[in-house]
């Protein structure tokens, strides 16, 4: 398109001027008006919206960009497990272990639910510990889109006050926007929800090690013609 490296520039300058300044250094556009957020964080949740400023079309749905943190701790009495997700929409969270609820307390598994997160403990158990890779948090959106986070075997994590701490932190457009993206690190595979519509739709997944640089997304537009 002629005048797309004005029209993108503009745009950058646009959205510089509406974001706090934390995150306007973080942001760029690219060629095929996608907007890129390096090193997102779970105080970034909220709506994004694309404005075509030359095109005749109506202006697209803002994208809801939600942020999941799933945590390990780890000390000498055992592990805990944390699920928590950052979102503007009605979010619920549930333990899975080989696709069935972990819905009940027992004399080895606590789980204590907070709002939008959910703590799972386990005590210091050679079974426990092989089972605990095998344990899943389901986010559910609205009560109707699904999505199934996944603690994998990684090498240990960094260390605070005599915890081992692993990190996982996922961005998610959620099930509600036409384009369903997900960010992930420590090589996890998420797959998305996508809502039924007459328009084409992408699906895209990053592979990102926390331990060498934080997520970024991309939220993919249309190129206006």
């Given at each position: 398109m002629a005048g797309s490296g004005v029209?993108?520039?503009?745009?950058l300058l646009?959205?510089?001027?509406?974001?706090?300044?934390h995150l306007s250094n973080r942001l760029s556009l690219t060629e095929d008006c996608a907007l890129k957020i390096q090193h997102v964080l779970p105080d970034e949740t909220g709506l994004y919206q694309c404005l075509q400023l030359v095109s005749p079309d109506e202006p697209s749905p803002p994208e809801s960009l939600s942020v999941v943190?799933?945590?390990?701790?780890?000390d000498l009495q055992g592990s805990k497990l944390w699920c928590e997700v950052s979102s503007v929409s009605g979010i619920s969270v549930r333990w899975l272990h080989q696709g069935r609820s972990v819905d009940q307390d027992t004399s080895e598994i606590i789980i204590r639910?907070?709002?939008k997160a959910s703590v799972l403990s386990l005590p210091k158990n050679p079974f426990l510990y092989q089972v605990k890779h095998l344990l899943e948090c389901e986010v559910t959106e609205h009560g109707t889109c699904k999505r199934i986070f996944s603690f994998i075997k990684t090498p240990d994590g960094p260390t605070r006050s005599g915890l081992k701490l692993r990190y996982l932190v996922v961005s998610v457009l959620l099930s509600s926007l036409l384009l369903c993206l997900s960010v992930t690190v420590l090589y996890t595979y998420i797959s998305g929800c996508k809502r039924k519509s007459d328009?084409?739709?992408e699906e895209a997944v990053f592979y990102e090690?926390?331990?060498e640089s934080l997520a970024a997304l991309r939220i993919l537009r249309h190129t206006v013609q």
């Amino acid at each position: 398109m002629a005048g797309s490296g004005v029209l993108l520039l503009l745009l950058l300058l646009l959205l510089c001027t509406v974001v706090p300044s934390h995150l306007s250094n973080r942001l760029s556009l690219t060629e095929d008006c996608a907007l890129k957020i390096q090193h997102v964080l779970p105080d970034e949740t909220g709506l994004y919206q694309c404005l075509q400023l030359v095109s005749p079309d109506e202006p697209s749905p803002p994208e809801s960009l939600s942020v999941v943190s799933l945590i390990e701790e780890e000390d000498l009495q055992g592990s805990k497990l944390w699920c928590e997700v950052s979102s503007v929409s009605g979010i619920s969270v549930r333990w899975l272990h080989q696709g069935r609820s972990v819905d009940q307390d027992t004399s080895e598994i606590i789980i204590r639910y907070l709002r939008k997160a959910s703590v799972l403990s386990l005590p210091k158990n050679p079974f426990l510990y092989q089972v605990k890779h095998l344990l899943e948090c389901e986010v559910t959106e609205h009560g109707t889109c699904k999505r199934i986070f996944s603690f994998i075997k990684t090498p240990d994590g960094p260390t605070r006050s005599g915890l081992k701490l692993r990190y996982l932190v996922v961005s998610v457009l959620l099930s509600s926007l036409l384009l369903c993206l997900s960010v992930t690190v420590l090589y996890t595979y998420i797959s998305g929800c996508k809502r039924k519509s007459d328009q084409s739709t992408e699906e895209a997944v990053f592979y990102e090690d926390l331990r060498e640089s934080l997520a970024a997304l991309r939220i993919l537009r249309h190129t206006v013609q």
